[in-house]
């Protein structure tokens, strides 16, 4: 037990050193310690009314079991976070190389903008959000702590990003161009590349429920929210292909065995790719 002077010069000594300090207390000789400190916990049943005003956190059963199970939330809030910023922003930028890809060779742009407004309502909005709600990695609470002035977009994320945009693109101007041989006009080959986009990054929200560890470890369907988002977003794309009304409005054609073959062929490359990269980031 120290004077409460002393805890504030112990909390200033560890914020020099670069540390992210906590501060636990009860009474009101901890107020000054407790508003120095990066966080400062308070007990909620024994604690005074002064500890709890300036206190971020309040222990509701003065257990400190109960800041280990706090820190372990927000590692998992923030990988999620990460999780659905590299999600949208592969996504995305994949979509923008395949418009600028097909501009610089002088193709007819393969999506069209009600496709492509429709294409992010679906793949933008219900398994990014369920991204959101992913469950914690089973060794988060392994890891070291991460620099509080590491951006979001670090090193790491930014190869990733690059890395499943080109292989979106690859995948939906492989699938254009076969359906630009194999049929005349646009609009079949422009569905068949509307549709591998939008299955390649339904897959592609798959692969993003973790950075490191593959589908195969955190197994493919244990996130629920995002089994029902997906199959939300596989019934608003297959009725804009097969519901007679719609299919003028959004220019699209009923795809064929023959077509679905190879929209199934060329959506599993992004998929392949994220997997793969991670397991040689494991490797290495």
């Not at 909390?11 to 310690?33: P, W």
């Not at 933008?124 to 709600?133: E, K, Y």
């Not at 068949?192 to 955190?218: D, N, P, Q, V």
Request: contains cysteine; charged residues 20%.
């Amino acid at each position: 037990r120290v004077a409460p002077e002393h805890k504030v010069r112990i909390v200033d000594a560890l914020k020099y050193n670069g540390e992210i300090t906590a501060m636990t207390g009860d009474g009101v000789n901890d107020a000054l310690a407790l508003k120095r400190a990066d966080i400062g916990i308070s007990m909620g049943i024994t604690g005074t009314d002064v500890a709890k005003n300036t206190a971020e956190v309040i222990l509701t059963d003065d257990n400190f079991a109960s800041i280990v199970s706090a820190v372990e939330e927000g590692r998992i809030i923030y990988s999620n976070i990460r999780k659905f910023v590299f999600f949208l922003l592969s996504c995305n930028v994949g979509e923008i190389l395949i418009v600028f890809l097909s501009i610089l060779f002088n193709l007819q742009v393969p999506l069209l903008p009600i496709q492509l407004l429709w294409l992010n309502l679906i793949t933008d909005s219900f398994p990014a959000l369920a991204l959101g709600v992913e469950r914690g990695e089973p060794d988060i609470m392994n890891l070291p702590p991460r620099d509080p002035d590491e951006p979001i977009l670090d090193r790491t994320m930014l190869s990733g990003v690059i890395t499943q945009s080109i292989a979106i693109t690859l995948a939906v101007m492989l699938a254009y161009l076969w359906g630009l041989r194999h049929f005349e006009g646009l609009t079949i080959p422009r569905t068949i590349a509307f549709t591998t986009l939008i299955c390649a990054e339904l897959l592609r929200a798959f692969s993003s429920r973790s950075e490191k560890h593959t589908l195969f470890k955190i197994g493919f369907f244990s996130n629920k929210t995002l089994n029902f988002a997906t199959l939300a977003s596989l019934g608003l794309m297959f009725a804009v292909l097969y519901v007679p009304i719609l299919q003028p409005i959004f220019h699209t054609y009923p795809l064929g065995i023959k077509e679905w073959s190879i929209v199934l062929r060329f959506c599993l490359i992004p998929l392949v790719m994220g997997e793969l990269s991670k397991m040689i980031r494991k490797k290495a």
